[in-house]
């Protein structure tokens, strides 16, 4: 069986699609990027211009793009030095440029099969089939446009890849390091994701994995085996083997008698400063790049309420455009190539649950409003 270094045929992906969430880039774009967000929910402008604060504080930009477009050379430089020829294109949820544009402009330079990478790393509705059933609609309009049939496939979750993991594990030191010497053996840890509504995480994964219907389901699990890991390789870097830590949770914006995962990220600081813990790292296992829920909420709202709490907080950063993550996407792309072309290929992958399966079956991370087709998988 090939491993991932021995892997160098892309065929049958003849590009790689980059699919992402989206931001806006100036203050004018803030409420019509929201409006995208929430499309279909009846929410007043006045309403999104409130939530737009968190944009208008940093001059209505959200670093998301940018960070998009670090990535977007990082991985067009690892191919490069791999010999990898396979071009790579990026496209957005909710901004542009626009996942149909982008689709529209590699069929025009007469791509045909595409490797698509959404930058979530875990089950669940938002992070893997929402972006799949926007892959079906961009498609649906490619086709009444005339446009040429495309094949489109997304690369399994990455959550426990080591080119994802291990990159994390070393931010989280350097955060710790951030600490006063005398606080980092007794700093705790919080990793931080996400939060969804409690159903919708139940709901996470495919009908067979043990996890379905558990507290949490697959998305939670997922988590949780990444923050063990990264626990696990800081005590064995720092020689403190019983150091607390916990998931929690951030950027809440469901309405308030839905059930959503918790603790919130400011409510955890609070307790462990009433329990008396000396400091706290922020490690924000739930994101690839340090976006506006990372800028906002942690770096801003959490550090806040850390700071009136007289408690001491770092933050980690996440993966990024990190090398080691870009050689993942990599890997990641030509192990599914060798799949497709039915030869065997090793699934790259830490911790105790076995690698996410290539294609989500029908029922997998089900839609809480309505049914909707929805591409790249079974």
């Known amino acids: 069986m090939a491993d ?15 699919l992402s969430f989206g931001g806006p880039e100036g203050p004018e774009e803030v409420v019509p990027f929201l409006e995208n967000v929430t499309r279909g929910r009846g929410i007043p402008k006045e309403r999104l211009a409130e939530v737009g604060k968190h944009y208008f504080l940093f001059g209505g930009v959200s670093p998301i793009n940018g960070q998009n477009r670090e990535l977007l050379a990082a991985l067009r430089a690892d191919f490069a030095e791999h010999g990898l020829d ?3 294109y990026w496209g957005n949820r909710n901004w542009a440029p626009y996942l149909v544009d982008a689709l529209r402009e590699l069929a025009a330079d007469g791509h045909r099969r595409v490797a698509v990478l959404a930058t979530s790393a875990y089950a669940g509705y938002s992070g893997c089939r929402q972006y799949r059933e926007n892959l079906a609609e961009a498609l649906a309009v490619l086709a009444a446009e005339g446009g040429p049939e495309l094949t ?10 080591p080119g994802f993991v291990r990159p994390m594990i070393d931010a ?5 390091a951030e600490l006063p010497a005398g606080l980092r053996d007794g700093a705790e840890l919080a990793f931080t994701t996400h939060s969804i509504p409690t159903a919708m995480a139940e709901s996470s994964g495919a009908p067979d994995d043990p996890a379905r219907g558990t507290p949490g389901g697959a998305y939670v699990a997922q988590h949780l085996e990444v923050a063990g890991l990264i626990a696990d390789a800081l005590a064995g870097a720092t020689g403190v083997a019983d150091r607390p830590w916990r998931l929690v949770y951030q950027s809440r914006s469901g309405a308030p008698h839905t059930p959503w995962l918790e603790p919130d990220i400011c409510d955890h600081l609070t307790e462990r400063q009433k329990e008396g813990a000396a400091a706290v790292v922020m490690v924000p296992i739930g994101f690839v790049s340090d976006h506006m829920e990372v800028k906002y909420d942690l770096d801003t709202e959490a550090v806040a309420k850390a700071a009136e709490l007289g408690l001491p907080v770092a933050r980690a950063a996440t993966v990024g455009a990190d090398p080691r993550f870009a050689a993942a996407v990599r890997e990641l792309l030509l192990e599914r190539a ?6 065997p290929a090793a699934r790259c ?27 790249a998988g079974a």
Request: glycine share 4%; with cysteine.
């Open 4 to 18: 991932a270094q021995t892997l160098t045929d892309p065929a049958p992906y003849d590009a790689l699609l980059l």
């Open 86 to 88: 396979l071009p790579v």
């Open 152 to 161: 489109v496939d997304k690369l399994r979750h990455f959550y426990d890849h």
């Open 172 to 176: 989280t030191l350097a955060a710790l």
């Open 338 to 343: 060798a799949t497709e072309r039915g030869e």
């Open 349 to 375: 992958g830490l911790g105790a649950l076995a690698p996410s399966r290539d294609r989500c079956p029908v029922d997998c991370c089900p839609n809480p409003r309505a049914p909707r087709p929805a591409a």
